[in-house]
């Protein structure tokens, strides 16, 4: 329709209306690509409130994992000083530095060891199993996986929550790596000499006898504090991981 009616001014050599028809077809355009502009806008921005949502639920449940891991990590090296304590006479170092990469994931540093746990005496035959074996972080966002894998993170508006966001995860991540490979190489080290003693590491023992093999074997020994050292390093990453998700989780309500 527009077409003919501009050709026939042309025809009619009617300039006037020529620019007037040519007016509407570039406001049109105009009009219709913004449309489809705030449309898209508005698509995005829902897009990432279900995002929000969805994050914020993930980091609702990371955090309540993070807390048991950490008195977990508590628990282990608080153990651990006690039975060199006693079997022999060592008080461990308060602060270690170390550097550990797993998987390419480097956590490097001086590492305060976490506030000894109040344990009740009654437990000291679990104090084996307590040092050995403690809860670990597995756990992974699949709204932040589909974020990243999607190219989705761009839709975050707010630029220093996205970062925000990214930093989290990459402390989750090296959490993760950390405890599923160089705890768990560690951790089953201890477990093997700990069983060479006739020891179990899964349940309780006389305590005597922990003691003693701690006091016997230098290897023991060595293993354990290795142990506790890198615990101390999971515990600031738990303990940073847990800092940053509950800022987050005050941005994304602030967001709502």
């Known amino acids: 329709m527009i077409l003919r009616r501009i050709t026939q ?10 620019a007037l028809d040519f007016l509407i077809v570039v406001v049109g355009v105009f009009l219709g690509i913004q449309l489809g502009n705030w449309n898209e806008a508005r698509a995005d921005k829902q ?3 279900q995002y929000f949502e969805s994050l914020a639920s993930d980091i609702s449940e990371e955090a309540l994992v993070l807390d ?4 977990a990590l508590r628990v282990r090296t608080s ?3 006690i039975l060199f304590e006693e079997a022999r006479g060592q008080s461990l170092p308060q602060e270690i530095s170390t550097s550990l990469r797993v998987n390419g994931i480097a956590a490097e540093g001086n590492f305060s060891m976490p506030q000894r746990v109040d344990l009740d005496g009654t437990d000291r035959d679990l104090f084996l199993s307590f040092a050995i074996f403690a809860r670990i972080f597995s756990e992974q966002s699949s709204t932040f996986e589909t974020l990243r894998a999607t190219g989705d993170l761009g839709l975050i508006e ?3 929550l996205a970062y925000e966001i990214a930093s989290y995860y990459e402390t989750i991540e090296n959490l993760s790596y950390l405890e599923t490979g160089t705890v768990r190489d560690t951790r089953d080290h201890a477990a093997d000499i700990a069983k060479r003693h006739g020891l179990n590491p899964f349940g309780p023992n006389d305590y005597g006898r922990v003691t003693d093999a701690i006091r016997s074997d230098d290897e023991f020994a ?15 990453l738990a303990e940073s991981a847990d800092r940053r998700g509950n800022k987050i989780l005050e941005q994304l309500d602030g967001a709502d």
């Open 9 to 18: 001014h042309v025809r009619e050599q009617n300039w006037t209306a020529i």
């Open 47 to 49: 897009r990432e409130g």
């Open 68 to 71: 048991d891991v950490q008195y």
């Open 79 to 81: 153990v651990i000083d």
């Open 158 to 160: 707010e630029r220093t």
């Open 222 to 236: 060595a293993s354990l504090r290795a142990l506790r050292n890198i615990s101390a390093t999971n515990y600031a």
